[in-house]
T-cell receptor, first 112, second 116 residues
């Protein structure tokens, strides 16, 4: 079945460092791809998405490009802030009803 | 513009008791999803409901768990005779459409169940 695999955490970085979180997927067809973020004690919120191959999603300085050839959707940010400390989830819809498959989540800790 | 509202935020139950978790979707949303997040794991789909209908419950444990979304009132996830393994964060999400929806899910802040 459709699935996503993302790198394990925690990832600990200093402020202003570069962040990359790898995500690869297995899917029939070409679904939209999503990154969700979960700040401490909160629910998930959409960070960015891409709806077709070669699309780049971006938000809050984060970017991810939908790569069909490598079945990847890696999340990147050039300069992280302490406020970026959160858990990041890669996700894809697995049917037409809006049911999503989430990755295990990657915890990111940014230190001053 | 209220988002998805879940209550209680925290719930403590002893083994064998019942847990009821409530979810009010965003205004205008008629599709509700429940997900469970076990410690150190990602979110796992449990059930998808529309008003008065269960559309997909393929992620629900076969016993002790049930969900409903009545015509009036919030969606309720009910866990009977809780066990320690039910301790988790339960998230509700809503969306404005169902079939063909590959868009955003809007999540509540979750209900964290602890079973003693």
């Amino acid at each position: 079945g459709d699935s996503v695999t993302q790198m394990e955490g925690p990832v600990t970085l200093s402020e202003e460092a570069c962040l990359t979180i790898n995500c690869t997927y297995t899917a029939t067809g070409y679904p939209s791809l999503f990154w969700y973020v979960q700040y401490p004690g909160e629910g998930l919120q959409l960070l960015l998405k891409a709806t077709k191959a070669d699309d780049k999603g971006s938000n809050k300085g984060f970017e991810a490009t939908y790569r069909k050839e490598t079945t990847s959707f890696h999340l990147e940010k050039g300069s992280v802030q302490v406020s970026d400390s959160a858990v990041y989830f890669c996700a894809l819809p697995t049917d037409s009803w809006g049911k999503f498959q989430f990755g295990a989540g990657t915890q990111v800790v940014v230190t001053p | 513009n209220a988002g998805v509202m879940q209550n209680p935020r925290h719930l403590v139950r002893r083994r064998g008791q019942e847990a009821r978790l409530r979810c009010s979707p965003m205004k205008g949303h008629s599709h509700v999803y429940w997900y469970r997040q076990l410690p150190e794991e990602g979110l796992k789909f449990m059930v998808y409901l529309q008003k008065e209908n269960i559309i997909d419950e393929s992620g629900m444990p076969k016993e002790r768990f049930s969900a409903e979304f009545p015509k009036e009132g919030p969606s309720i996830l009910r866990i009977q005779q809780v066990v320690r393994g039910d301790s988790a964060a339960y998230f509700c999400a809503s969306s404005p459409r169902g079939p063909g929806n590959t868009g955003e899910l809007f999540f509540g802040e979750g209900s964290r169940l602890t079973v003693l």
